[in-house]
C-alpha cells in the first residue's frame, strides 16, 4: 500500500503549493521581491546619497569601519521586519551628524537607492513613506515559489 500513500502527499504537497500563492493576496502583505521601488527613484537616492552619505558609508556602500556597509550582511540584519522599520531607522538616525533631517521622501529614495544596491528587483510605483511599508516583508532570500523556472530546489 505505498502508492496510495505517496499519492495523498502529493496532494497534500500540491495544497501547500496553491496556499503559498494565495496567501499573499489575502492577507494583502508583499514582500521586496515584489518590485518596491522605481529606478528613477533610485537615481534620485543616488545623489542624495553623495551629498548625505557617501562620506561615512563610502562610494560602493561599503561602509568605513566606524560607520557599517550597507550592502552584504547588513540586509540578512534586518531580515524578516518590516520596511517600515528601517524606514525610521534611516530617518530618525541618519545622517548621523544631522539626524531627523531628511524629508520622507527623501528618505524613500534613499532607500529605493540601497534597495537596489542589494539587488532587489525594481517595479512600477515608487516606494512610498507611510503605512504600506508595514506590508511590505524584507525578506533576504528570493522565493523560491515566485519564478518556478528558475528553481534551483536549494
Ligand atoms: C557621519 C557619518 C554618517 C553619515 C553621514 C551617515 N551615516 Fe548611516 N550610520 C553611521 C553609523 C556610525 C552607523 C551605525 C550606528 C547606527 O546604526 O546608528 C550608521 C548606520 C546606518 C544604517 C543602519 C545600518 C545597519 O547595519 O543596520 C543605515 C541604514 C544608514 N546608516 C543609512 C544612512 C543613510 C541613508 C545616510 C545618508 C542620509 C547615512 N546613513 C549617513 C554613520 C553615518
Given at each position: 500500500m505505498r502508492k496510495p500513500l505517496m499519492i495523498a502527499s502529493l496532494v497534500i504537497a500540491n495544497l501547500a503549493v496553491a496556499a503559498a500563492w494565495t496567501t499573499p493576496a489575502l492577507s494583502q502583505t508583499s514582500s521586496?521581491?515584489?518590485?518596491?521601488?522605481?529606478d528613477t527613484q533610485a537615481e534620485r537616492g543616488a545623489i542624495k546619497y553623495r551629498q548625505e552619505c557617501v562620506m561615512c558609508h563610502g562610494p560602493m556602500l561599503e561602509g568605513n569601519g566606524e560607520a557599517p556597509p550597507l550592502v552584504g550582511r547588513f540586509i540578512p540584519d534586518w531580515e524578516g521586519t518590516k520596511l517600515s522599520d528601517l524606514f525610521e531607522k534611516i530617518q530618525l538616525t541618519m545622517p548621523l551628524f544631522a539626524?531627523?533631517?531628511?524629508?520622507a521622501s527623501d528618505t524613500a529614495d534613499l532607500f529605493a537607492f540601497i534597495l537596489q544596491a542589494n539587488n532587489f528587483p525594481a517595479g512600477q510605483k515608487d516606494l512610498e513613506s507611510g503605512d504600506g511599508l508595514k506590508r511590505i516583508s524584507f525578506d533576504v532570500r528570493k522565493p523560491v515559489m515566485k519564478e518556478p523556472k528558475t528553481d534551483k530546489r536549494r
Open positions: 521586496v521581491w515584489d518590485g518596491a521601488y522605481t539626524p531627523g533631517t531628511l524629508s
